[in-house]
Each structure stands twice: as structure tokens, then as C-alpha cells.
């Protein structure tokens, strides 16, 4: 296998259109998007049945074995003037404009002041996962990530090393099979994002930096084995590997910390480390993953396990992480998994206390942010409130009992939220799943004993169903919507829909990214930086420099360590 050393383009592979003078999508070249309601009911049902999908037929759609007729190139980026190297992490970024642009803005600024000291902007830019969300298209691609890194950096600077990006599928990316990825990362040998180049052939790759420092980058989607290209394409990479090199691994998922949960979760990428990097006694020193839309460090004897998916998507809480993580876990059934090793708990954001802060929000954001799954729950209110009234007024207590609508409606009830919290086995997500649905039930039962004081629901035909629908609907709306609130609050605390606590909050704030710096010693210092609050006001800047972002904010945008840099050797 060849190593490719990096070549500079040509200037005119990046032209771009003229600087644009509003926020118009017609001058900016692509349609800025709000951010998504996770809540929203045909979002939950097009992600559920392409899940579903996925489940079924995912190895039909599986595209890595494919790839093999691609070129498997290994990328030289260890040359350079200094003998040292920037480069970038950032994750979990397609979602929102604000958010996503507030990041790609302090990403393509050519330095970064943090405390007194300039961090100068990555020759590489990696991308570990969901770059655009909730599902993978062409268009997604193109409003939620192209466009607003496009207008972060239109071109490199005349005379300056070009920076080059690299991406990692995550789950979202991986919904169409990586059709769309694959056309916007690795299609042609003239790629660009604005003034980043893309030189990726696969969904995965290796990259050779300075000073024995590797990074090798491995898709592992939905739990999926490795496939044998794959491997093959790592194994001829490895040969380049020995005693005095050190590895950053990029995974899709920070499974160090989901094998809590499920033990199977680690064990792809302890096969890949046994199997492919251990033979050549080089050292994997930094895992690095996004996924959870936080920042977490866990740190060991031999490694730092490094989660970073604060890109744009909303900001997941941290207070439910251990304190220490095993791993890979002893309950692994993995016939020959490594030794388990202990790492502890170094730094998170946000912090646990702020998360928990966040998580009381949930009883004004959901309503706000996902107005039509509050609609959703009124609907299926009203129409219980309906059943029940029906039932009540018909005689005997069997066919009361026994009332076909209401039966339904209770079933429904009752298997919705047993669903949404997600059974897998363990009963605290049974317990609380049915205790939410007995809840709900009970609101339904009060709703039904005050619809039944009030005179209009013996008006004549069609007056008590427009009264349901125009005055209980609403109401019963808002109250249940609380209820489900309480509900996520309290879940949580047993770490049971703790994404969906957040998720249906969508905090745009609390953003963090990676700046790491490969030092001619042969010192990786890792910088965790954090952003407290995206901006959510742009000016044009129509007679910027061409490589100058398109859009700078209102108010600066403040971004600050979220722990001492770390440094590996």
C-alpha cells in the first residue's frame, strides 16, 4: 500500500460565488436551517422505520464491502516546515445553523486565543460523526453542512498550506447506506468544502502525521462487524507501524462508555486494537469519538478516552457518566478481550451540576420546541377523554369494561410509553415506561370526571366534539406535555430517556471542539475547548478578504479551555 504524500490544488479548485451582502439563501447559496424537534411525531416515525429498516435489510445496504474498488490509499500529512502539526476534532455538527455555524466560525478563524495563548486553526480537520442530521441526503448535506462551512472559510488564504478535512460516518450519515457521504466526501480527487480539501477515498482511512503520531479512523456503524475490506485496508496500513509509533484511534461511538450498558458494545474495536495495532507493538495513546453530544475524558495508564460531540447538535447532560469506567467491561463475552483497565473520570461539559440545571428546562423547552408532538399527545387525550365519556354513559359495568374504543385507546397508551422508554431487559425501563403510561391514563380518567360536570357534553351533535376539540384539546395538551416532562425528569435520574430529556429540550448552547497539536518532540497536546453560548445574530461582511467567513457574529463569540491542556507522549 502506498502512502500519499498531501499535494496542493490548484487555486481554481476552489472558486467561489461572491461574497453575499445578506442572509438571503439565494446570495448565500444554500437555505439555513432552525434546529430539529426531535419530539416532532413524523421525525419519530421516519427515524423508527428507517431503524427499523436498517434492522432488517442493513446488510443489503451496507456499502464498506464495495469499497474495496476504491483506491486504499494511506495519506501523508508528516512533512512540514516546523515538524509539527494542528489539527482539529469536531463532531455531531449538522444540525442547526447557529450552532453548527458558531462552531465552523472559530474553526476556520487562522488562530484562536485561549488564555493568552494563539492556538493557530488545524492543517487537518476531522470530522467524527452525523455530520448532518436527522437523516443523510444530498440537500441535508448541503444546507446543514456544507453551506455553513463554506461560508466559514470560502477559500484558504493565498500563499498558506491549504487545510485538508477528513469525515467519519456516524449512524445518522449511515441511514441511506452512505450514498450521500460518500458522493460528498470521497467521490472525486478535486473535493473541497470552501477552502478545506477532501481527500478520502472510503468511509475510512489512515493518515500518517509527524513525529510517529498516526491517526487511523475505523467505521463501525449500528454495532456491524468490521468488514474484511476494511481490515485488509488497516492490516496493509499497520505495516508501515512500529515500537516508537503512537496511535489516535477516531470510532463512531464512544463504546467505552455505552459497554456499561452493553457489554458487546467495545468489543469491534478491542478486536480491531488486538488484532491489527497490537501485533506491531505500536501504542494506542487517545481514543477519540462523538456520539453523546458532550465533552467527557476518561484517562488510564496506557490511554485517554476522549468523548467530543459538541459540533452543533444539541448538548446531552454528563450527570449520569461514572466516575470510572472498565474497560473493555468484565462482563464482555468476548472469548479473548484485552485486560481490563480502569480510567477515571478527568473532565466533562458540561459539568454535572450545569446539566442538571439544564435538565429542569425541560418543562418550557419541550412544549416550545416540539409544538406538534404537544398536539399529538392532546389528540390522543381527547380522543381518550372521549372513549371513556362514551363508556360511562352506557349501562352495566362489563360493557363499560369492555367498550371497544376505549380499550384501544388505552392499549395505545399504555404501549406508547412502555415504548418510548425503551425495554430492553431491564425493569427499571419497564417500571417506569408503565408507570408513565398509568399517569397518563390517570389524566385521562380526571379529564373525563370534569368533562363530565359540564353541561355541553349533551349539546346536540356536533357541539360537544368541536368544545373537545377547541377548548379540552388545547388544555389537555399542555398538561399532558407537562406531565411527559415530569416524567423525562425523573427517568433520568435512573438513566432511563436521558436523550430524550435533552433531545426534546434542543439546547443550542454548551459547544465544545478539539484543537490538537503534534509537537516536533514528539508531545500530543490536546486542547479541549468550550463554547458557553453560540450566537444567534450574523452580519454579512461583503468586503471581508475571500478566505474571511462570510458571516461574523454580532456579539464575539467567547471560547475558553474546558480543562488544562493534556498532554501525551
Same mark, same amino acid.
Given at each position: 500500500?502506498?502512502?500519499?504524500?498531501?499535494?496542493?490544488?490548484?487555486?481554481?479548485?476552489?472558486?467561489?460565488?461572491?461574497?453575499?451582502?445578506?442572509?438571503?439563501?439565494?446570495?448565500?447559496?444554500?437555505?439555513?436551517?432552525?434546529?430539529?424537534?426531535?419530539?416532532?411525531?413524523?421525525?419519530?416515525?421516519?427515524?423508527?422505520?428507517?431503524?427499523?429498516?436498517?434492522?432488517?435489510?442493513?446488510?443489503?445496504?451496507?456499502?464498506?464491502?464495495?469499497?474495496?474498488?476504491?483506491?486504499?490509499?494511506?495519506?501523508?500529512?508528516?512533512?512540514?516546515?516546523?515538524?509539527?502539526?494542528?489539527?482539529?476534532?469536531?463532531?455531531?455538527?449538522?444540525?442547526?445553523?447557529?450552532?453548527?455555524?458558531?462552531?465552523?466560525?472559530?474553526?476556520?478563524?487562522?488562530?484562536?486565543?485561549?488564555?493568552?495563548?494563539?492556538?493557530?486553526?488545524?492543517?487537518?480537520?476531522?470530522?467524527?460523526?452525523?455530520?448532518?442530521?436527522?437523516?443523510?441526503?444530498?440537500?441535508?448535506?448541503?444546507?446543514?453542512?456544507?453551506?455553513?462551512?463554506?461560508?466559514?472559510?470560502?477559500?484558504?488564504?493565498?500563499?498558506?498550506?491549504?487545510?485538508?478535512?477528513?469525515?467519519?460516518?456516524?449512524?445518522?450519515?449511515?441511514?441511506?447506506?452512505?450514498?450521500?457521504?460518500?458522493?460528498?466526501?470521497?467521490?472525486?480527487?478535486?473535493?473541497?468544502?470552501?477552502?478545506?480539501?477532501?481527500?478520502?477515498?472510503?468511509?475510512?482511512?489512515?493518515?500518517?502525521?509527524?513525529?510517529?503520531?498516526?491517526?487511523?479512523?475505523?467505521?463501525?456503524?449500528?454495532?456491524?462487524?468490521?468488514?474484511?475490506?476494511?481490515?485488509?485496508?488497516?492490516?496493509?496500513?499497520?505495516?508501515?507501524?512500529?515500537?516508537?509509533?503512537?496511535?489516535?484511534?477516531?470510532?463512531?461511538?464512544?463504546?467505552?462508555?455505552?459497554?456499561?450498558?452493553?457489554?458487546?458494545?467495545?468489543?469491534?474495536?478491542?478486536?480491531?486494537?488486538?488484532?491489527?495495532?497490537?501485533?506491531?507493538?505500536?501504542?494506542?495513546?487517545?481514543?477519540?469519538?462523538?456520539?453523546?453530544?458532550?465533552?467527557?475524558?476518561?484517562?488510564?495508564?496506557?490511554?485517554?478516552?476522549?468523548?467530543?460531540?459538541?459540533?452543533?447538535?444539541?448538548?446531552?447532560?454528563?450527570?449520569?457518566?461514572?466516575?470510572?469506567?472498565?474497560?473493555?467491561?468484565?462482563?464482555?463475552?468476548?472469548?479473548?478481550?484485552?485486560?481490563?483497565?480502569?480510567?477515571?473520570?478527568?473532565?466533562?461539559?458540561?459539568?454535572?451540576?450545569?446539566?442538571?440545571?439544564?435538565?429542569?428546562?425541560?418543562?418550557?423547552?419541550?412544549?416550545?420546541?416540539?409544538?406538534?408532538?404537544?398536539?399529538?399527545?392532546?389528540?390522543?387525550?381527547?380522543?381518550?377523554?372521549?372513549?371513556? !365519556?362514551? +363508556? @360511562?354513559?352506557?349501562? &352495566?359495568?362489563?360493557?363499560? $369494561?369492555? #367498550?371497544?374504543? /376505549?380499550?384501544?385507546?388505552?392499549? %395505545?397508551?399504555?404501549?406508547?410509553?412502555?415504548?418510548?422508554?425503551?425495554?430492553?431487559?431491564?425493569?427499571?425501563?419497564?417500571?417506569?415506561?408503565?408507570?408513565?403510561?398509568?399517569?397518563?391514563?390517570?389524566?385521562?380518567?380526571?379529564?373525563?370526571?370534569?368533562?363530565?360536570?359540564?353541561?355541553?357534553?349533551?349539546?346536540?351533535?356536533?357541539?360537544?366534539? !368541536?368544545? +373537545? @376539540?377547541?377548548?379540552? &384539546?388545547?388544555?389537555?395538551? $399542555?398538561? #399532558?406535555?407537562? /406531565?411527559?416532562?415530569?416524567?423525562? %425528569?425523573?427517568?433520568?435520574?435512573?438513566?432511563?430517556?436521558?436523550?430524550?430529556?435533552?433531545?426534546?429540550?434542543?439546547?443550542?448552547?454548551?459547544?465544545?471542539?478539539?484543537?490538537?497539536?503534534?509537537?516536533?518532540?514528539?508531545?500530543?497536546?490536546?486542547?479541549?475547548?468550550?463554547?458557553?453560548?453560540?450566537?444567534?445574530?450574523?452580519?454579512?461582511?461583503?468586503?471581508?478578504?475571500?478566505?474571511?467567513?462570510?458571516?461574523?457574529?454580532?456579539?464575539?463569540?467567547?471560547?475558553?479551555?474546558?480543562?488544562?491542556?493534556?498532554?501525551?507522549?
Amino acid at each position: 500500500m502506498a502512502i500519499v504524500p498531501r499535494q496542493r490544488p490548484a487555486e481554481s479548485e476552489t472558486s467561489v460565488p461572491n461574497r453575499p451582502r445578506s442572509l438571503d439563501p439565494q446570495e448565500l447559496g444554500f437555505t439555513p436551517q432552525g434546529q430539529i424537534g426531535w419530539l416532532a411525531p413524523l421525525l419519530l416515525l421516519s427515524t423508527g422505520l428507517r431503524t427499523l429498516l436498517h434492522v432488517l435489510f442493513g446488510a443489503y445496504l451496507d456499502k464498506r464491502e464495495l469499497q474495496n474498488s476504491l483506491d486504499g490509499d494511506v495519506f501523508d500529512h508528516s512533512a512540514t516546515a516546523t515538524g509539527d502539526l494542528w489539527l482539529d476534532y469536531v463532531a455531531d455538527l449538522g444540525d442547526g445553523f447557529d450552532a453548527t455555524y458558531s462552531v465552523a466560525y472559530l474553526l476556520a478563524r487562522e488562530e484562536l486565543e485561549v488564555d493568552g495563548e494563539r492556538l493557530p486553526r488545524g492543517r487537518l480537520l476531522l470530522m467524527g460523526g452525523d455530520q448532518v442530521y436527522p437523516l443523510a441526503s444530498g440537500d441535508g448535506y448541503e444546507n446543514r453542512l456544507k453551506g455553513p462551512f463554506r461560508a466559514a472559510l470560502p477559500e484558504a488564504p493565498a500563499g498558506a498550506p491549504r487545510p485538508t478535512l477528513f469525515a467519519l460516518p456516524g449512524n445518522h450519515d449511515w441511514y441511506d447506506g452512505l450514498t450521500a457521504f460518500l458522493r460528498l466526501f470521497a467521490r472525486r480527487k478535486d473535493g473541497h468544502i470552501g477552502g478545506w480539501r477532501t481527500e478520502q477515498r472510503r468511509s475510512y482511512f489512515a493518515v500518517k502525521l509527524p513525529a510517529n503520531w498516526w491517526l487511523f479512523a475505523v467505521d463501525e456503524q449500528f454495532g456491524a462487524y468490521i468488514d474484511d475490506p476494511q481490515l485488509l485496508y488497516f492490516e496493509r496500513a499497520a505495516e508501515h507501524l512500529g515500537p516508537d509509533d503512537r496511535i489516535i484511534l477516531m470510532t463512531p461511538s464512544p463504546t467505552w462508555v455505552k459497554a456499561r450498558q452493553n457489554p458487546d458494545a467495545y468489543d469491534a474495536i478491542d478486536y480491531f486494537i488486538r488484532t491489527i495495532l497490537a501485533p506491531t507493538q505500536a501504542h494506542v495513546r487517545v481514543l477519540v469519538s462523538g456520539d453523546l453530544h458532550h465533552y467527557a475524558r476518561y484517562s488510564g495508564a496506557d490511554r485517554e478516552l476522549i468523548t467530543c460531540g459538541g459540533g452543533g447538535a444539541y448538548t446531552l447532560g454528563t450527570q449520569n457518566l461514572p466516575d470510572h469506567l472498565m474497560v473493555p467491561p468484565k462482563e464482555s463475552l468476548a472469548r479473548s478481550s484485552s485486560r481490563s483497565r480502569r480510567y477515571e473520570r478527568e473532565a466533562t461539559f458540561p459539568d454535572p451540576k450545569r446539566s442538571w440545571r439544564m435538565g429542569w428546562g425541560v418543562f418550557y423547552r419541550v412544549p416550545r420546541r416540539n409544538p406538534g408532538f404537544a398536539t399529538m399527545l392532546g389528540i390522543i387525550q381527547t380522543l381518550t377523554m372521549l372513549a371513556m !365519556a362514551g +363508556a @360511562a354513559s352506557q349501562g &352495566g359495568n362489563i360493557q363499560r $369494561l369492555f #367498550s371497544i374504543p /376505549l380499550v384501544l385507546m388505552l392499549v %395505545l397508551i399504555m404501549l406508547g410509553t412502555v415504548l418510548f422508554a425503551k425495554p430492553d431487559g431491564k425493569a427499571r425501563h419497564w417500571i417506569l415506561g408503565a408507570a408513565h403510561g398509568l399517569a397518563q391514563i390517570g389524566l385521562a380518567v380526571g379529564g373525563t370526571w370534569l368533562w363530565m360536570q359540564f353541561p355541553f357534553r349533551d349539546w346536540p351533535w356536533p357541539g360537544p366534539l !368541536a368544545v +373537545a @376539540a377547541f377548548a379540552y &384539546g388545547p388544555l389537555v395538551a $399542555l398538561v #399532558s406535555t407537562q /406531565l411527559l416532562a415530569l416524567y423525562l %425528569l425523573i427517568a433520568a435520574r435512573f438513566d432511563v430517556n436521558l436523550n430524550e430529556l435533552y433531545a426534546g429540550q434542543g439546547v443550542e448552547h454548551a459547544k465544545s471542539f478539539l484543537r490538537m497539536h503534534v509537537r516536533a518532540d514528539g508531545t500530543l497536546t490536546i486542547h479541549a475547548l468550550g463554547i458557553d453560548r453560540i450566537c444567534k445574530s450574523w452580519v454579512p461582511d461583503p468586503d471581508g478578504d475571500p478566505h474571511m467567513s462570510w458571516l461574523r457574529p454580532r456579539t464575539p463569540l467567547n471560547v475558553h479551555r474546558i480543562e488544562p491542556p493534556v498532554d501525551v507522549v
